[in-house]
Each structure stands twice: as structure tokens, then as C-alpha cells.
T-cell receptor, first 114, second 113 residues
């Protein structure tokens, strides 16, 4: 499966946009990019996903580069409640059951400051 | 829909004891999986299933057994608990398609003494 690389930690001021990068240079043409976040010790929460085009929902925006080798999750107006670990994952697109081997990296610890 | 339900929420075991962590989903998801998360660490995949009767190993399968007799349930069994299995366990599910996000349960916090 495509390996993802994220910065270990980032800071953001409350009310500002938080831009979280992710590199996935080995992504294949049919593989989606997914973003999740985990607040404290709760279960991870789905945020957004995309294939080629930029995506937006009520939580965030996802910008995927034209070559699809990297993406950026944007939280337009970060709040203190957005402090969490953010995971970027690329589920494998392969035959058999291997598509199910969804692994998470260390993610990015985003701290939103007052 | 209740989503993904995990029971129990908390459990304390003694070394050598066995137990089963329960996971159920009511979204008719084909795919289910178990992760463990140690303090300050990321999620590690234990086992997963792409449908009833089909299971496969993840990154850290040793010490755990799974089975998938129904679409709804995916129990995780610890045959002989060890202190190294102290962790928070998360169950997740999604539809089979690639355009389908994972839904997570709230976790089971297990302590093995």
C-alpha cells in the first residue's frame, strides 16, 4: 500500500486556517486519500477523502496535487476543539483481500492555541 | 443506526486469562477490522475481515484470534492474556468499495496485570 509521510506536529492559532500536509508519492491511480482525526483517546473520526479532485465538506477541505503525490487537509477556521492527531491514509487498491489491510502511520499532532 | 458498538468499555485481566472483545455493526458493512493503540502511539492493525467467513492478519496478529461468522459481528479473542496486551482496542468497519470511509467504535480499554 502507498506509504504516507506527515509532519510529527504542527501548531495553529485559533481562528486561523490549519493546513496539514501529507506526502503519498507511491499512490496508484485508483487509490483514494483519506483523512481521519483522533481527539484524545476517542475512536478515530472520519473527516474527508478524495481521489483526484479537491473536496470540501462541513468539516474541512482536501486539496490533492495534480500528480496526486501529495495532499493538504485544510481546517478553515481552527478551534481549540480541533486539537487532535490527524491521520492521512491511502487504502490499498489490489486484488483479493489485500485491499483490507488499512494501516495508520503516526499522524500529525495538531495543537490549536488560543 | 448504532454504528460500531464495542463491549466492554473497560476490562482488567490477570496474566493467562482469556477473554473476548465484542464488536458489532448495524450498517451491513462487509469489511471489519481490529486495531490496538498503546499509550502515545498510533493505531496498529491486528486482524481484519472482508466478509463473513474471511479473515486475514494485520501488522500485529500474534496472541489474538478472530472469526467472522456473521456480517454484523467480529469478535477478538485473547487466549492467554499478557501484560504486553495492555492497550486500547478499536474496532472499525466500512463498505467493501474503495470510496467508503472507516467507522470506528469507541474502544475497549484493556489492562492485563
Amino acid at each position: 500500500d502507498a506509504k504516507t509521510t506527515q509532519p510529527t506536529s504542527m501548531d495553529c492559532a485559533e481562528g486561523r486556517a490549519a493546513n496539514l500536509p501529507c506526502n503519498h508519492s507511491t499512490i496508484s491511480g485508483n487509490e483514494y486519500v483519506y483523512w481521519y482525526r483522533q481527539i484524545h483517546s476517542q475512536g478515530p473520526q472520519y473527516i474527508i477523502h478524495g481521489l483526484k479532485n479537491n473536496e470540501t465538506n462541513e468539516m474541512a477541505s482536501l486539496i490533492i496535487t495534480e500528480d496526486r503525490k501529495s495532499s493538504t487537509l485544510i481546517l478553515p477556521h481552527a478551534t481549540l476543539r480541533d486539537t487532535a492527531v490527524y491521520y492521512c491514509i491511502v487504502p490499498p487498491y489490489a486484488g483479493g483481500t489485500s485491499y483490507g489491510k488499512l494501516t495508520f502511520g503516526q499522524g500529525t499532532i495538531l495543537t490549536v492555541h488560543p | 443506526n448504532a454504528g460500531v458498538t464495542q463491549t466492554p468499555k473497560f476490562q482488567v485481566l490477570k496474566t493467562g486469562q482469556s477473554m473476548t472483545l465484542q464488536c458489532a455493526q448495524d450498517m451491513n458493512h462487509e469489511y471489519m477490522s481490529w486495531y490496538r493503540q498503546d499509550p502515545g502511539m498510533g493505531l496498529r492493525l491486528i486482524h481484519y475481515s472482508v466478509g463473513a467467513g474471511i479473515t486475514d492478519q494485520g501488522e500485529v496478529p500474534n496472541g489474538y484470534n478472530v472469526s467472522r461468522s456473521t456480517t454484523e459481528d467480529f469478535p477478538l479473542r485473547l487466549l492467554s492474556a499478557a501484560p504486553s496486551q495492555t492497550s486500547v482496542y478499536f474496532c472499525a468497519s466500512r463498505h467493501r468499495g474503495h470510496n467508503s470511509p472507516l467507522h470506528f467504535g469507541n474502544g475497549t480499554r484493556l489492562t492485563v496485570t
